[in-house]
């Protein structure tokens, strides 16, 4: 499936290309459509301390930082900030790619919601956040 079959703009699809995106995400593809229906989407992501789980928006962010900003990005993200800038991209990057398997953190932004045990629906959501 490509962005161009869920229905987007051709201006979206343009910047989408421009920017080297070419295949959705699941969560894109279930999302998009229901976005240009007008209907309300709540997307839960299991996430790591590095707030994303893209290796190309991780490369970029990392390209653009120096070495002051490395050492204070390795504390954060539990990484040993010695070395320089190369060493300290490289244990970084290590960490990143070891976040990947599995191991993160969920994050839920806006107000709290209620979630229902007896709603199947609710439970899916509930037993996806458990792991």
Do not use: C, W
Not at 10 to 35: G, R
């Amino acid at each position: 499936m490509s962005f161009s079959s869920l229905g987007l703009p051709k201006t979206i699809l343009d910047a989408l290309a421009e920017n080297k995106y070419n295949k959705p995400y699941p969560i894109q593809k279930k999302a998009i459509p229901a976005i240009l229906q007008g209907q309300d989407v709540l997307g839960i992501a299991k996430i790591n301390p590095f707030k994303t789980n893209d290796k190309r928006v991780f490369a970029d962010m990392l390209q653009d930082m120096n070495l002051t900003d490395l050492q204070a990005f390795a504390v954060k993200v539990g990484v040993f900030p010695a070395g320089n800038k190369t060493v300290l991209k490289n244990k970084i990057k290590r960490a990143f790619d070891a976040s990947l398997h599995g191991k993160g953190s969920v994050q839920v932004m806006g107000e709290p919601i209620q979630l229902d045990p007896n709603n199947p629906q609710h439970k899916e959501v509930i037993d996806y956040l458990k792991g």
